[in-house]
């Protein structure tokens, strides 16, 4: 299984997408990774992998991309001019199948755009979402989408989102009958954007799917429900905020055993169990976002991810395509209204 990686869309340079990318080959027997972006400094990374990497340099192929989309470029500037840039070149060997998948830390609108013009999209869907999984509780989490690419949808959008969602659960993570929600400003039916009221009447006669209606903010992380749909304005808000939360307690929990002599003792012992929350809450553990309606996998990356961030966005994307995720939703969106 060979993953694409453009390497030179993070905040960090390709040092965090290249170790990321070492870090997830060595996690999963069979799995290799073609490396884009400039082919000496690429070189040079291989050649300086931490040593617990070092292994990994022989599972990494280097492919020579000059260039590179900036975070602040258009869309229609990189569709214009980015030929020659790591991630256009990334995707178009995905779209060639050198690579089963691609994955970039790059930006975003870029990336949908160049994805969907190589790619296409799958059972006419007009353009993809962005979807990820959020931490909920107990150990589950919940499908979210979408978290930025379509901010003004109409109802038919989302329904096609709640549609995408509930097989990305059903197939990827197994669940049976995935329960599918709107996220809304209340439970009441009166409540919510004409979209939204409309798109839960055409949801509730959707006989294949767990429709269970509307759900607020505190529901997503309370896990009443395995995905949640909204349009992309809110779902980004919501994402940014939760991750912000998360990082602010985390902090908050260290602090406050920090700040006394015997809250440092408490501390010590409670010490196993923090590291638990920190794992549990971290953002780093649930990167990678799936665009997903694309006839092939692209997983979006945090831009500011460090390598064990990126390794979990080239994780996702392997498991996506072991569960050949486009084709199940071809499949089962080819027959949609």
């Known amino acids: 299984?060979?993953?694409?990686?453009?390497?030179?869309?993070?905040?960090?340079?390709?040092?965090?997408?290249?170790?990321?990318?070492?870090?997830?080959?060595?996690?999963?027997?069979?799995?290799?990774?073609?490396?884009?972006?400039?082919?000496?400094?690429?070189?040079?990374e291989l050649k300086n992998l931490p040593r617990h990497l070092a292994a990994a340099g022989s599972l990494l192929s280097v492919h020579h991309a000059p260039s590179l989309i900036r975070q602040d470029q258009r869309p229609t500037d990189a569709l214009r001019r980015g030929g020659e840039t790591s991630m256009a070149m990334m995707l178009k060997h995905v779209a060639a199948r050198g690579s089963v998948a691609g994955v970039s830390a790059g930006n975003t609108g870029a990336l949908m755009a160049l994805?969907?013009?190589?790619?296409?999209?799958?059972?006419?869907?007009?353009?993809?979402?962005?979807?990820?999984?959020?931490?909920?509780?107990?150990?589950?989490?919940?499908?979210?989408?979408?978290?930025?690419?379509?901010?003004?949808?109409?109802?038919?959008?989302?329904?096609?989102?709640?549609?995408?969602?509930?097989?990305?659960?059903?197939?990827?993570?197994?669940?049976?009958?995935?329960?599918?929600?709107?996220?809304?400003?209340?439970?009441?039916?009166?409540?919510?954007?004409?979209?939204?009221?409309?798109?839960?009447?055409?949801?509730?006669?959707?006989?294949?799917?767990?429709?269970?209606?509307?759900?607020?903010?505190?529901g997503i992380f309370a896990g009443l429900a395995d995905v949640v749909v909204c349009d992309g304005f809110v779902g980004n808000a919501v994402l940014k905020a939760s991750e912000g939360l998360a990082r602010m307690l985390i902090e908050r929990v260290q602090a406050t055993f920090d700040s006394h002599w015997s809250s440092r003792l408490v501390g010590m012992l409670a010490r196993p169990a923090l590291r638990r929350l920190k794992s549990e809450l971290?953002?780093?553990?649930?990167?990678?976002?799936?665009?997903?309606?694309?006839?092939?996998?692209?997983?979006?990356?945090?831009?500011?991810?460090?390598?064990?961030?990126?390794?979990?966005?080239?994780l996702r994307a392997a498991q996506e395509v072991s569960r050949d995720l486009p084709a199940r939703l071809a499949l089962e969106l080819g027959g949609r209204n």
Do not use: W
């Not at 390709?14 to 690429?42: I, N, S, T, W």
């Not at 976002?289 to 990126?310: C, E, P, R």
């Open 1 to 44: 299984m060979r993953i694409a990686i453009d390497t030179m869309g993070g905040d960090a340079g390709p040092a965090a997408a290249v170790q990321g990318a070492a870090a997830a080959v060595l996690a999963r027997p069979g799995l290799q990774a073609d490396l884009f972006g400039p082919g000496d400094r690429l070189s040079d």
């Open 115 to 218: 994805a969907r013009r190589e790619l296409g999209t799958v059972a006419d869907i007009p353009r993809p979402a962005i979807c990820t999984a959020i931490p909920t509780r107990g150990d589950g989490r919940c499908y979210l989408l979408d978290l930025g690419a379509n901010v003004d949808v109409s109802a038919g959008r989302l329904v096609d989102f709640a549609r995408m969602g509930e097989v990305m659960a059903r197939h990827v993570d197994g669940i049976a009958a995935p329960r599918v929600a709107l996220l809304n400003v209340g439970s009441e039916g009166t409540k919510g954007s004409n979209a939204v009221r409309e798109a839960d009447a055409l949801l509730a006669e959707v006989d294949a799917l767990n429709y269970i209606g509307f759900v607020e903010g505190d």
């Open 282 to 314: 971290d953002p780093v553990r649930y990167n990678g976002a799936s665009l997903l309606g694309l006839d092939g996998i692209v997983i979006k990356s945090h831009g500011s991810a460090d390598a064990t961030g990126f390794s979990y966005a080239v």
